[in-house]
Every structure is written in structure tokens, then in C-alpha cells.
T-cell receptor, first 115, second 111 residues
Framework: GAGVSQSPSNKVTEKGKDVELRCDPI?????LYWYRQRLGQGLEFLIY????????KSGLPSDRFSAERTGESVSTLTIQRTQQEDSAVYLC?????????????FGPGTRLTVL | QKEVEQDPGPLSVPEGAIVSLNCTYS??????FMWYRQYSRKGPELLMY????GNKEDGRFTAQVDKSSKYISLFIRDSQPSDSATYLC???????????FGTGTSLTVIP
């Protein structure tokens, strides 16, 4: 079956512009995660959605970052007034549930470059 | 201090060698320990996971967890060029929803 998909695969933008990144999780997965992966660094947790519960936004680095998810489907991560330090690969992952251990399935990521 | 520490490498070995990858951590509440493999320009994929302490073997791969030392390892036997990738360790508590990742170790297996 289809895995996690993300779009666009690459995004180049100018400093100060807003960007929207999209994630389509695996059908039936209730949990969805966004991570940021800077060059040479590990995955940095950004935000977590579980079903209809309030999202865990504790990893968002600033108020320029926000994310939405409609039910248990598509999620969008929005970065406003992009800065050069926002350049990174943004990864989305989904799992059956976020409680206890469940395997996270990752998308291929969106590579964001802020000029 | 980071929650999870991992030597970024790079690590280069000849084909057939035994590879040892390691992570240390500081949070004694971690109970789930995972190893992900990430090929260039791809998302990470789960390789192995272990609950609590002990060893787990899957083909050429063995995962070890030593909770007393807060140290985990992944061994790759008879390494192949197709094993060339970045290997990330990840950990989580038994409750909660956050996974803590290491920086990843870049491995190249030379034919």
C-alpha cells in the first residue's frame, strides 16, 4: 500500500516568505509527527497529532511555525517569515497510535532552502 | 547535555567487516530503543527495536541495550555495500509520544 507522502519534495524560497509543507499519512494511522533534520544533525521533534486530541506543540521552535491536521488525514506545516536557519529537511511520520510503542513510518521529506 | 548522543562518524569499512554503532543517553525513563536506517535523500526506516534491556537479533543485525550503562549498540555482521547509509538511534519513554533521536552515524561499506 501507499506509504507516507510529502510535498513538495524540494522548496526554495526567499527569506521572509511563508511556506506550506504537506504530509499525507498512511490511511488509518491516527498519529502524525513532524520533525526537522538539519544538515549533520539528528531529527528534531516539532509537533505531534493524535486523533482528535489537542496536538503536542512543545517542539515548535518559534511562533513562526504552526501545523494543522484535518481529522486523521492530511497535515500541513506552515513556516511564516522564513529565515535562513529554517533551511532543513522536514520529515513527517505516521503511526497507528501514539501511545506506547508503535512504529513510525516516515515520508521522504521536504528539503527547504531559504535564500 | 543532549538526551541522546551518537558519534556522527563518518565510518568507512571494507565489505564483510563487522560494524559497531553506538549511542548513549541520559534519561533513565527510556524503555523503547530503536535503530533507523536512512539512505540518502530518503526518510528513515525502522531497522530494529528493543524494549528494555537485552539483545535482539535479526539476520545480520543485532541490537543490544545496556540500561545500567545507558548505552545501546547495533552490530552489523558481514557488512555489504547496500548497508551504506546513515544509522540513527531513537528512544522513547513507555508513556508519552516523543521520540528522541541521535544525530546519526554515516556508514560506508567499501566493496
Amino acid at each position: 500500500g501507499a506509504g507516507v507522502s510529502q510535498s513538495p519534495s524540494n522548496k526554495v524560497t526567499e527569506k521572509g516568505k511563508d511556506v506550506e509543507l504537506r504530509c499525507d499519512p498512511i490511511s488509518g494511522h491516527t498519529a502524525l509527527y513532524w520533525y526537522r533534520q538539519r544538515l549533520g544533525q539528528g531529527l528534531e521533534f516539532l509537533i505531534y497529532f493524535q486523533g482528535n486530541s489537542a496536538p503536542d506543540k512543545s517542539g515548535l521552535p518559534s511562533d513562526r511555525f504552526s501545523a494543522e491536521r484535518t481529522g486523521e488525514s492530511v497535515s500541513t506545516l506552515t513556516i511564516q517569515r522564513t529565515q535562513q536557519e529554517d533551511s532543513a529537511v522536514y520529515l513527517c511520520a505516521s503511526s497507528f497510535t501514539g501511545t506506547t510503542y508503535n512504529e513510525q513510518f516516515f515520508g521522504p521529506g521536504t528539503r527547504l532552502t531559504v535564500l | 547535555q543532549k538526551e541522546v548522543e551518537q558519534d556522527p562518524g563518518p565510518l568507512s569499512v571494507p565489505e564483510g567487516a563487522i560494524v559497531s554503532l553506538n549511542c548513549t543517553y541520559s534519561n533513565s525513563a527510556f524503555q523503547y530503543f530503536m535503530w533507523y536506517r536512512q539512505y540518502s535523500r530518503k526518510g528513515p526506516e525502522l531497522l530494529m527495536y528493543t524494549y528494555s534491556s537485552g539483545n535482539k537479533e535479526d539476520g545480520r543485525f543485532t541490537a543490544q541495550v545496556d540500561k545500567s550503562s545507558k548505552y545501546i549498540s547495533l552490530f552489523i555482521r558481514d557488512s555489504q555495500p547496500s548497508d551504506s547509509a546513515t544509522y540513527l538511534c531513537a528512544m522513547s519513554e513507555i508513556t508519552g509520544n516523543q521520540f528522541y533521536f541521535g544525530t546519526g552515524t554515516s556508514l560506508t561499506v567499501i566493496p
